[in-house]
């Protein structure tokens, strides 16, 4: 069994070692996916020199049937819908609104909690990289994906301390990038390659972006 991360934080300064060629680059920008891709966020933005923000994304389901997903709202105002998945299944202008209103809310209120202000986050011609802390299906992160394309980044990176094989080589379709520091051939779940994989509490998510406000240098050890 391969070695397993202390905890998130350690997943991210791993994973910085993969990214240091994108050390103190002024058009990168770290995208972390809450909660748990927050504390790897701040050490891959810390080590790099880069800013931090916070990307949510909410799936938008199916009526009716939820867990499939017709598209994709996130922080900043970026959404996308499968024009393929809605005409397929004869989903309604009218019912396509409903879902992204109910959406909208809750992303307002996860917003609110992580104590966001803002949701003019600019992302055209920027290299972005996705963090979160594992990738199992990947769904949350293909969504962020899809949302941020729309906005013409310069290049999307995606990047987690461990992740299935197969889901990291698949994201290659997607992405301009795939980092994945770690690939376990006996991968099951994220949690098991943490020894502490206990929740991020939403004042861990407000203390990390507070602290990622204040300028930093790359560290010298990246250059």
Request: charged content about 25%; overall charge negative; some cysteine.
């Amino acid at each position: 069994m391969s070695e397993r991360f202390r905890d998130r934080s350690e997943g991210g300064r791993v994973l910085a070692e993969k990214l240091r060629h994108y050390s103190n680059n002024p058009n990168v920008v770290v995208l972390a996916l809450p909660r748990g891709g927050v504390p790897v966020g701040y050490e891959v933005a810390r080590k790099l020199g880069a800013p931090l923000e916070i990307f949510l994304v909410r799936k938008l389901g199916v009526p009716g049937h939820q867990e499939f997903a017709m598209g994709a709202i996130a922080s900043g105002g970026f959404w996308f819908v499968n024009p393929d998945v809605v005409e397929r299944l004869g989903i309604s202008p009218q019912e396509v609104q409903q879902v992204v209103e109910q959406e909208t809310l809750e992303l307002t209120r996860r917003m609110e909690a992580y104590g966001i202000e803002s949701s003019s986050l600019r992302v055209r011609d920027r290299i972005l990289i996705l963090v979160d802390d594992g990738l199992a299906t990947g769904s949350t992160m293909r969504a962020a994906i899809a949302a941020l394309k729309r906005e013409r980044p310069e290049r999307i990176v995606v990047a987690v301390p461990v992740a299935s094989a197969s889901t990291c080589q698949e994201l290659w379709s997607e992405a301009d990038e795939v980092v994945c520091a770690r690939t376990p051939e006996d991968f099951y779940a994220v949690g098991q390659w943490y020894e502490d994989f206990s929740q991020t509490s939403d004042d861990e998510v407000r203390e990390l972006l507070q602290r990622a406000r204040v300028p930093v240098e790359a560290t010298s050890g990246l250059a």
